[in-house]
């Protein structure tokens, strides 16, 4: 399966119901509708690696791209 590889900025404070969290995310890879089916997500600050069987939901405010994950999405840390 392919994925595209994306970095985490910030998770955000916006609120959404559990199991689910906001991140903010860079914007150089991906577009607001882009489907994926297996997205890895390298978090820079924390060198956590989120993988997503199934992409919840991606989104654009302004020049911010938001994504929607279930936060059981963390499966390994480097």
Do not use: H, W
């Not at 955000?12 to 969290?21: A, E, H, M, T």
């Not at 600050?45 to 997503?52: E, G, R, S, W």
Request: contains cysteine; aromatic residues 8%; glycine residues 4%.
């Amino acid at each position: 399966m392919g994925g595209d590889r994306l970095k985490i900025i910030e998770k955000s404070g916006l609120n959404v119901p559990n199991p689910y969290s906001i991140f903010r995310i860079s914007c150089q890879c991906v577009s607001p509708m882009n489907i994926v089916s297996y997205l890895v997500i390298s978090n820079m600050m924390k060198d956590l690696v989120y993988i997503a069987t199934k992409q919840i939901m991606i989104f654009q405010v302004n020049l911010n791209i938001y994504i929607v994950l279930q936060a059981k999405t963390v499966l390994m840390r480097f």
